[in-house]
Every structure is written in structure tokens, then in C-alpha cells.
């Protein structure tokens, strides 16, 4: 544990140190300053039979834990939701939710932090999302008898449980009253060392697009770019995917002339939006902010943020963003229109994308030759796309109703 706490005070230092020069760690530190008192004066103005503190690292994991939220809020009306962040993004997007009676950070996962932050907010019960073991933080809980869930969690052998060193980290699994889990592969994991407190109940990542497909949004310029014409849509790309991409694209148009193309970067900024401008050059195209001549043109760039989900809608077929860099974004936005999906080759932190390409629903693409021979045949095919089609409506069919499964176990603590 000395080396652990050892860690975090380098983590907090290295922060504090970002933040003369970046934006977001100097958002980090800030959110943080005199967070004792002005937590305890949120908290003060609050009446309410329980406490529910819910964790998110991020906006991630924020998405994956909405379900659970919101149906925790309609259940229990009268109860109080504290709702904290460790990263900015997270925080900075959902400050204003008015589903949460308080949105905070989280301070550094010091033990003194740890043991104010909850003499603070005093939970009935603690809610973690996916990925969240703040040793300080749980140990404490555990201390003090709280009712602790990890929820929508998936365990890889890379991850310290697993290995020699990782014998702290493998104790703190034990502060949790349940883990909740997103497949079975977790589970034959937390099997080897011994953990049997866990259940599997699926993701809630899944309810959470349904949830948005049924809140559909009119988008009438999009209507207008999109009407009698095949789309390809991509969402949250980054350099090297609309490198990828555009290529495809315009050997897609010498095949399928009523084929238009719509890119949704995952940075918003001129930056990224003058890339993508440059490798257009020569494409008939125009920005969502700024239209010209939206039904004549072949390509439409998103240069704004809030749309994007309600996007893929639209879309003939889509590639998502992130497989060269860091990672995949979220696929689950685009199949729940039962739309097949293309997708970098970093996608194995992903369990969807694993099973998705094990059905054959989606596509792994390392080049531009690999999206423009998928494509091409989703576009020239109506069978193998109706295939395709039918096939993701069954496999998101089966993942739904984790959320339900959830609530109900953590129902037997608040009821």
C-alpha cells in the first residue's frame, strides 16, 4: 500500500505540475480547490431518506452508468445522488445534469481524502462504473460497512489482479458487495484468483443506445443531404481514419454514384476540420455550420458537437473512429440502427467488437483497399446487407436489460 500511496502523490504532483501549460489538467486542479467546504455546502442544502454516490471515471463511463441512474432516480424519487468525476471530460459535459442532486470531482485517492470525501456525502451505498478501483476509497467504504457495487465491469488479464505484484489490488475486490459484469470472460478470470462475489449481467452501454434511438431528434439539413441517396457515415475519426476513409470513398463513388459520405471528428476544432478539408480537395463538400448547396453535394462534415448519434440513423454503412490510435469509439451507436460497422485494429478493450466480429457483423479493416471491398459490397448486395441487417438486430436484441438486472441487485440495499 506505501507504494500505491507512494504512486497517487506522483499522479497528483505530476497534475498540478501539467496544469501551468494544459487546459484540462489546469481544469483538473481547480475543480479540485476547497472541494471540502464547497462539497459540504451541497451536500447541506440536501434532504433525502438515502444516499446513492455513484463514480465515473469519464464521460465513458458516465454513458455506461446513465441507465442505472436515471432508472435508480425514477425508483427512488426521495433518495439524494451524488454523482462524481475523476476526469474533466466527464465533469466539464455533465455538471448541469439535472439527473443528480450533486455533481463533484473526486479528490485524489489519498486516505485522509478518502475519509472526509465520505464522512461528507455519507453514502447508503457506493456505486462504481467499469473500471474504478481507488484503493483508498474502497477500503474506506469497507471500513465503514457500505454497501459498495462495481457495475458493468470487465477484467483482462493485462490488469494488475492478475499478476505477482498485484496482491493489494486483488484484496480491494473484496470491498465490493458485488461485482457486475459484462460477460462471462470476466468471470473465468476473477475465477483463477479466487473472487467469487460477482455476477454477470451484461452491459448497460446497450440500454443506453436504445434509450437514444427512442429519443430521435428531427434533423432536417440532414434529411435534405441524405434523401434518395446511399451513406456512409463516420463517426468520431481521427487523421489517419479519414486518411482511410476519403480514399475509400472516392474509389466507393466510381461503383455507386448516389453514394454520399458524412465525418463526424472526434475533435471538433479548425485543426481537424482543416485537415479533413485538405483531403477533400477536389470532393464536393460542405460543413454542417456553414451549408452550401446541401442536396447537390457528396460529402458533409460535422463541425459541431451533439449530433453524432443521431447520425448513424441515416447511414447505408459506417466506420468508427479510433482503431489507429488509442482505441475504437463507440460501435453500439451505430448498430443499434442495425447498421453493419467497420473499424480500426485496436478494438480488442471492446467485448461488442470482439463478438461482433466473431458473427461476422462487423469488419476489422487494416487499409483503405479493406473498407472500399466491405463497403462495396454492403452497397452492391441488398441480400448480404438485409443479412447483415437482420443479424445485428438479433445480436442487440439479445444484449439488452442490463440495467434491470442491476437495479435489481442493488435494490436489495435500498429498499
Not at 464547497?38 to 438515502?50: P, Y
Not at 460497422?341 to 470482439?354: C, D, M, P, Q, S
Amino acid at each position: 500500500m506505501w507504494f500505491y500511496n507512494l504512486g497517487i502523490f506522483f499522479i497528483g504532483l505530476a497534475i498540478k505540475l501539467s496544469s501551468i501549460k494544459k487546459a484540462k489538467a489546469k481544469l483538473w486542479v481547480g475543480g479540485r480547490k476547497n472541494w471540502r467546504t464547497n462539497l459540504t455546502a451541497k451536500i447541506s442544502k440536501l434532504t433525502g431518506k438515502k444516499t446513492i454516490w455513484v463514480h465515473c471515471s469519464s464521460y465513458g463511463e458516465f454513458e455506461q452508468g446513465r441507465p442505472v441512474i436515471e432508472a435508480l432516480r425514477k425508483q427512488h424519487p426521495t433518495h439524494k445522488i451524488v454523482l462524481s468525476f475523476f476526469s474533466p471530460s466527464g465533469y466539464e459535459a455533465f455538471k448541469n445534469w439535472n439527473g443528480a442532486d450533486v455533481i463533484c470531482y473526486l479528490p485524489l485517492d489519498t486516505k485522509q481524502n478518502a475519509k472526509d470525501f465520505i464522512e461528507i456525502i455519507k453514502p447508503d451505498i457506493a456505486i462504481f462504473i467499469k473500471y474504478e478501483f481507488w484503493l483508498n476509497f474502497l477500503f474506506q467504504l469497507k471500513e465503514e460497512t457500505v454497501p459498495t457495487f462495481l457495475i458493468s465491469a470487465v477484467f483482462k488479464p493485462h490488469q494488475p489482479f492478475f499478476k505477482w505484484y498485484g496482491g493489494i489490488f486483488k484484496k480491494a475486490l473484496s470491498a465490493y458487495k458485488l461485482l457486475l459484469l459484462q460477460d462471462e470472460n470476466s468471470g473465468k478470470l476473477l475465477e483463477t484468483i479466487q473472487v467469487k462475489n460477482y455476477k454477470v449481467v451484461g452491459d448497460t452501454r446497450f440500454d443506453r443506445v436504445f434509450d437514444i434511438l427512442n429519443a430521435k431528434k428531427d434533423l432536417p439539413l440532414i434529411d435534405s443531404f441524405c434523401v434518395n441517396n446511399k451513406i456512409l457515415v463516420v463517426g468520431s475519426s481521427w487523421p489517419k481514419d479519414e486518411e482511410i476513409v476519403i480514399d475509400a470513398f472516392k474509389k466507393l463513388k466510381e461503383n455507386h454514384t448516389r453514394l454520399k459520405l458524412i465525418i463526424a471528428p472526434h475533435e471538433v476544432n479548425k485543426e481537424s476540420v482543416a485537415g479533413i478539408e485538405k483531403l477533400l480537395d477536389g470532393i464536393n463538400y460542405t460543413l454542417y455550420t456553414n451549408p452550401q448547396n446541401i442536396e447537390s453535394t457528396d460529402v458533409l462534415v460535422i463541425d459541431t458537437i451533439g449530433v453524432l448519434s443521431q447520425l448513424y440513423r441515416y447511414a447505408t454503412a459506417t466506420y468508427i473512429g479510433g482503431g489507429f490510435n488509442d482505441g475504437i469509439h463507440n460501435i453500439l451507436e451505430s448498430l443499434v440502427y442495425n447498421v453493419p460497422v467497420a473499424f480500426g485494429l485496436n478494438h480488442y478493450k471492446f467485448v461488442e467488437a470482439t463478438e461482433t466480429l466473431q458473427l461476422g457483423i462487423s469488419k476489422e479493416i487494416s487499409n483503405k483497399n479493406d473498407l472500399f471491398l466491405f463497403f462495396d459490397k454492403i452497397m452492391a448486395d441488398e441480400n448480404y446487407q438485409s443479412h447483415l441487417s437482420n443479424e445485428i438486430k438479433n445480436y442487440m436484441q439479445s444484449k439488452s436489460g442490463a440495467t434491470q438486472k442491476i437495479v435489481l441487485e442493488l435494490n436489495s440495499v435500498l429498499v
